[in-house]
């Protein structure tokens, strides 16, 4: 892998801003509802909605490169234990002493703030209209978009959670590092993506990076998990992430980059699956499964259908066991319950 540098890829990523202000919107407006939701939910109620994420956005992406990626990470967290409910926001209290976000396969969680900050501005523009898990939904479109991706139409409507799940269901609902195409198929299927949205959606790789202590278990021959790995860049994890325990702080705190263009939204990340360049072991299989190698080879050739793809995917996915109506509330502060 050749990475590209920190300064070659944060200018190129300021050109894509530039891009994005003439961009088109991806995705079909003209649905007025998609499980409860709504493409105009708040025109009428906060109708600078959109603006205001942007604006609070734009900055913290400038000031720190790596923020898109640990939004959109945030949204699929969220989303993939007990629905698009903002419960990964929720800060324990009284009795329940090890939340969601105490999963280990949370590690690394960020931006949770950031959240909560561009809420206390809606709160002064218009108070207790929009729900945190919307704000989650919204932070990740936009960081796709800033990113070089598409910006997506995303239907909105959404209510908060008054609740929290235990770690133990954060264990068991999210997926596993060394997840393979069978179980993310499966995953992805339970909330009726096509195959090819769920090659799409894994596509939110191409941004960000992967710690050492989900890398290491590729190193282990009994597990199956090195196929499709170029020998070259097998060497080059070892030399980044060498053996040392994955529940170590040294695992912890290294990194490799997703992909050759780790702050850029594009189609790298199947060039490398293509390549045996993938960090986790679906990133690799999904480049050699007959069932998935043809759409890896599609979206590599074609960014324009992988964006059309990733936006589907991006919906279904934002709009999974989401709260409507009387079903959830609208939170004043993200982190506690009201």
Same mark, same amino acid.
């Given at each position: 892998m050749k990475p590209k540098s920190i300064a070659a890829a944060c200018a190129s990523c300021f050109l894509v801003m530039s891009f994005m202000l003439c961009s088109c919107i991806s995705g079909d407006q003209n649905e007025t509802n998609y499980e409860g939701l709504s493409y105009n939910y708040y025109e009428k109620t906060?109708?600078?909605?959109?603006?205001?994420?942007?604006?609070?956005i734009s900055p913290m992406f400038a000031l720190d490169p790596t923020a898109p990626a640990a939004l959109l990470r945030l949204m699929f967290h969220d989303c993939q234990v007990q629905g698009c409910d903002a419960s990964i926001l929720i800060e324990p209290s009284g009795d329940q002493q090890f939340t969601e976000l105490d999963s280990a396969k949370n590690f690394g969680i960020r931006k949770r703030e950031l959240i909560g900050s561009i809420k206390t501005s809606l709160e002064v523009e218009c108070p207790q209209q929009v729900s945190c898990s919307d704000l989650i939904i919204l932070a990740a479109r936009e960081a796709v978009a800033l990113t070089?991706?598409?910006?997506?139409?995303?239907?909105?409507?959404?209510?908060?959670?008054?609740?929290?799940?235990?770690?133990?269901?954060? !264990? +068991?609902?999210?997926?596993?590092?060394?997840?393979?195409? @069978? %179980?993310?198929?499966?995953?992805?299927?339970?909330?009726?993506?096509?195959?090819?949205?769920?090659?799409?959606?894994?596509?939110?790789?191409?941004?960000?990076?992967?710690?050492?202590?989900?890398?290491?278990s590729r190193f282990d021959n009994e597990n199956a998990t090195n196929a499709n790995m170029d020998p070259r860049f097998q060497t080059f994890l070892r030399v980044v992430c060498p053996e040392f325990s994955p529940t170590s702080k040294t695992a912890e705190a290294t990194f490799v980059p997703n992909d050759q263009t780790s702050l850029i939204f594009?189609?790298?990340?199947?060039? !490398? +699956?293509?390549?045996?360049?993938?960090?986790?072991?679906? @990133? %690799?299989?999904?480049?050699?499964?007959p069932r998935t190698r043809p759409f890896v080879e599609a979206f590599a050739a074609d960014q324009d259908r992988f964006f059309n793809a990733f936006s589907s995917a991006f919906v279904k996915l934002s709009s999974y066991r989401v709260l409507t109506g009387n079903n959830g509330v609208v939170r004043s502060v993200c982190d506690k319950v009201d």
């Open positions: 906060c109708p600078r909605l959109e603006e205001i994420v942007r604006s609070s070089g991706g598409p910006l997506i139409a995303v239907p909105l409507g959404r209510k908060d959670s008054l609740s929290t799940p235990s770690k133990h269901v954060a !264990d +068991s609902e999210l997926p596993p590092s060394t997840a393979d195409v @069978d %179980s993310i198929l499966s995953l992805f299927a339970g909330i009726d993506m096509t195959i090819e949205e769920s090659v799409a959606i894994m596509g939110s790789h191409s941004i960000g990076v992967t710690h050492c202590n989900n890398v290491l594009d189609t790298a990340y199947y060039d !490398d +699956s293509i390549a045996g360049r993938g960090n986790l072991r679906i @990133d %690799s299989e999904i480049g050699v499964d």
